[in-house]
């Protein structure tokens, strides 16, 4: 079954229009569905911008005002193949009419075994890597992160974790446990899991440092670490960073876990972020842009180190039927021309961006690898300031660290959408700068 033909000619003609701004956002219908939608919410939900979405297609976002956006942050890295891609949803509506969910954790059905059998032959590819991999499937990335600590104690038998300040991991409670990114998502939720340690990023003598000071290597389970720093920057370590963290892991008998939530699936070129290294890890974690949308995550071990037992962990729901169905399609997107397109266009959209803001006082570094672009600005206000003045002008865009913005648009974003997107950002750079924000 797929969608109406209307339906679909509709999507692809928003998928092909430019940037519209016909009433300065939000809109009266956004003002008005908002209000009425906030009483019911939780406020813990931060809404960056006052954006109703109506509907999405390709790089294309549109409101419930008609206004056009162009989408370079992917519903924070997760519309990987653009919003609504024919395959991904065609592959969704044939799934939903003939199985939702049975249940992954006490039943088979084929996707699941597909699905697992697909990743772990992805992860091969990671540097010299003849390792069989087994995977257990999650509804998310925080989700991948939890079942990575439970697999590292019990394969271990040790209770320490080691992580970095300024990483993002997730906000369930053990996944918050390693976040340290921002103070605002631990505040008031501790005492958190014990035995949990944060280096610096990009630094592995903090590592060793913390050998001597804190924690014996031997009692270490694991050090779990982003191979690019996501919400914490988008920052690429130094080449020495990860093959370092190995040869620590190993030394220390501890495992080496990647999170690849953010990075992973084409983000900066290559399928995972770790194959720009060849640093083959023990475990990877993936979720976000895995299956375009649908909640579908993974933490992907090596067959040696999948040692629980039958019902040491599992889930309900995680693995679900229609969930496989968009990730399959997904991976046979992003596997094929979308992560060749990433490298391109991304190395195209750090160029344009690094001549837009050649000595633009209000820009500090422009960095990241494929489609995972950030761009340091000045002062934190400055940054909050650009960023609402880019969706004033059409442009989405997400904060990120103390005062960046990151780029993340899905990975099918065009030359032309790009080079858009530069003019966009550069002018609203000069625009907010000249105007005294963050002075």
């Not at 000595?359 to 940054?383: F, W």
Request: glycine share 10%; charged share 15%.
């Amino acid at each position: 079954m797929t969608a109406p033909a209307s339906t679909r000619m509709a999507l692809q003609a928003l998928a092909a229009q430019p940037i519209s701004i016909v009433t300065d956002p939000p809109g009266p219908r956004a003002r008005e569905m908002i209000a009425r939608a906030l009483p019911h919410l939780s406020p813990s939900l931060i809404h960056c911008y006052p954006l109703m979405v109506r509907r999405a297609s390709g790089c294309m976002v549109e409101d419930v005002d008609d206004n056009v956006y162009l989408d370079a942050e992917a519903g924070v890295a997760t519309a990987s193949t653009g919003h609504c891609h024919p395959a991904v949803a065609d592959a969704i509506a044939a799934q939903a009419e003939v199985l939702i969910h049975i249940c992954g954790t006490d039943f088979h059905y084929p996707g699941y075994g597909a699905m697992c059998e697909r990743l772990g032959a992805l992860v091969q590819r990671i540097g010299p890597n003849t390792h069989h991999w087994q995977t257990f499937l999650t509804n998310s990335g925080t989700e991948a992160v939890e079942a990575a600590i439970k697999l590292a104690r019990h394969h271990t038998g040790r209770p320490g974790l080691i992580a970095f300040r300024g990483g993002f991991h997730g906000r369930t409670m053990g996944s918050l446990s390693l976040t340290a990114s921002k103070s605002k998502y631990r505040r008031r939720f501790g005492p958190l899991l014990p035995g949990v340690y944060h280096a610096t990023y990009g630094d592995a003598n903090s590592v060793e440092e913390l050998f001597t000071t804190v924690t014996a290597g031997d009692d270490v389970a694991a050090i779990v670490v982003e191979p690019v720093l996501g919400e914490g920057g988008y920052i690429v370590p130094p080449p020495d960073f990860l093959p370092r963290l190995r040869q620590i892991a190993d030394r220390h008998g501890a495992l080496l876990v990647f999170d690849e939530v953010q990075s992973g699936m084409g983000r900066t070129g290559k399928m995972f972020a770790a194959e720009h290294t060849g640093v083959v890890p023990d475990v990877v974690l993936l979720a976000k842009g895995i299956a375009s949308g649908m909640p579908l995550g993974a933490m992907i071990a090596k067959k040696e180190v999948m040692t629980w037992p039958a019902g040491s962990h599992g889930s309900t729901i995680a693995g679900n039927p229609v969930a496989i169905a968009a990730g399959l399609a997904s991976v046979d997107l992003i596997d094929g021309e979308l992560c060749a397109n990433s490298a391109r266009v991304g190395a195209a959209l750090k160029a344009a961006l690094a001549a837009k803001l050649a000595n633009e006082p209000g820009v500090t570094e422009i960095r990241g690898v494929g489609l995972m672009i950030g761009v340091e600005l000045a002062t934190p206000p400055l940054a909050g300031a650009v960023a609402q003045l880019c969706f004033k002008r059409g442009l989405l865009l997400l904060e990120c660290g103390k005062k960046a913005i990151r780029f993340s648009p899905p990975l099918i974003i065009t030359d032309e959408q790009a080079a858009v997107a530069a003019d966009i950002f550069a002018t609203a750079v000069r625009d907010a700068r000249q105007a005294g924000a963050g002075a």
